[in-house]
T-cell receptor, first 120, second 110 residues
Framework: GAVVSQHPSRVICKSGTSVKIECRSLDFQATTMFWYRQFPKQSLMLMATSNEGSKATYEQGVEKDKFLINHASLTLSTLTVTSAHPEDSSFYIC????????????????FGPGTRLTVL | KNEVEQSPQNLTAQEGEFITINCSYSVGISALHWLQQHPGGGIVSLFMLSSGKKKHGRLIATINIQEKHSSLHITASHPRDSAVYICAVRSSGSARQLTFGSGTQLTVLP
C-alpha cells in the first residue's frame, strides 16, 4: 500500500517559537492532503484540507494565520504552527488521498504516523 | 447526535474471542473507513467500504448502506489486536473529508 511519512515524529519547543511539520507521500502523488489534530483520548479533528497548488481550506475555528499550510507539490505538504503556545500541544496527523496514477479515482486515504508536539 | 457513532466505547476480551465493533452513521456516504490506531499514535487504514463485505486475514468488515451501519469483526483475537478502532465516513459529495467516530478502545487479554 501507499506510504505517507511525517517529520519530525516528535518535537518539543519553547512557547513563542514556530514549528514546521512535513507530510510526504512516498510512492504516489497526492492531489489532496488533510491535516488533523488529536487530543488525548479524543478522535481526530480535521484542521484543513489542502490541494496541490492552491490555498488550503480551513475548518471552522482553525486559525489560518496560526496554522500555515503549504502544499507546493504532489508529494509534500507542510504545516507550520506559528508562535506556538502550550495549548497547541497535540498530536498532528496528516493523510494523503486523491492519488494520481494507479491510485487515481480512489477514495482511499493514507495516514502518516503523526507528529507529537509539546510546547513548553 | 454525532454523525458517526461507534459502540462499544471500550471493549475487553480474552485472547481467542470473536469481537464485533459497530458503527452507525446518519448521513449519506460514498465510503466508510475502518482505521486502527495503536498506542504510539500511528494510524493504519484497515478497510475502505462502499458496499458489501471485505476480509483481510482475521479481520472482516461489513456495511449495510440501507441501514447506515457497518461492523468490524476480529476472529481469534490476539493481544496484539489491542488498539483503538475508528470508523470514519466520507459524506456523499464531500471533497474527501472524513467524519470520524469517537473510536473503540479494544483490549485483548492473554
Amino acid at each position: 500500500g501507499a506510504v505517507v511519512s511525517q517529520h519530525p515524529s516528535r518535537v518539543i519547543c519553547k512557547s513563542g517559537t514556530s514549528v514546521k511539520i512535513e507530510c510526504r507521500s512516498l510512492d504516489f502523488q497526492a492531489t489532496t492532503m488533510f491535516w488533523y489534530r488529536q487530543f488525548p483520548k479524543q478522535s481526530l479533528m480535521l484542521m484543513a484540507t489542502s490541494n496541490e497548488g492552491s490555498k488550503a481550506t480551513y475548518e471552522q475555528g482553525v486559525e489560518k494565520d496560526k496554522f500555515l499550510i503549504n502544499h507546493a507539490s504532489l508529494t509534500l505538504s507542510t504545516l507550520t504552527v506559528t508562535s506556538a503556545h502550550p495549548e497547541d500541544s497535540s498530536f498532528y496527523i496528516c493523510s494523503a488521498g486523491g492519488g494520481t496514477g494507479y491510485l487515481s479515482g480512489t477514495d482511499t486515504q493514507y495516514f502518516g504516523p503523526g507528529t507529537r508536539l509539546t510546547v513548553l | 447526535k454525532n454523525e458517526v457513532e461507534q459502540s462499544p466505547q471500550n471493549l475487553t476480551a480474552q485472547e481467542g474471542e470473536f469481537i464485533t465493533i459497530n458503527c452507525s452513521y446518519s448521513v449519506g456516504i460514498s465510503a466508510l473507513h475502518w482505521l486502527q490506531q495503536h498506542p504510539g499514535g500511528g494510524i493504519v487504514s484497515l478497510f475502505m467500504l462502499s458496499s458489501g463485505k471485505k476480509k483481510h486475514g482475521r479481520l472482516i468488515a461489513t456495511i449495510n448502506i440501507q441501514e447506515k451501519h457497518s461492523s468490524l469483526h476480529i476472529t481469534a483475537s490476539h493481544p496484539r489486536d489491542s488498539a483503538v478502532y475508528i470508523c470514519a465516513v466520507r459524506s456523499s459529495g464531500s471533497a474527501r473529508q472524513l467524519t470520524f467516530g469517537s473510536g473503540t478502545q479494544l483490549t485483548v487479554l492473554p
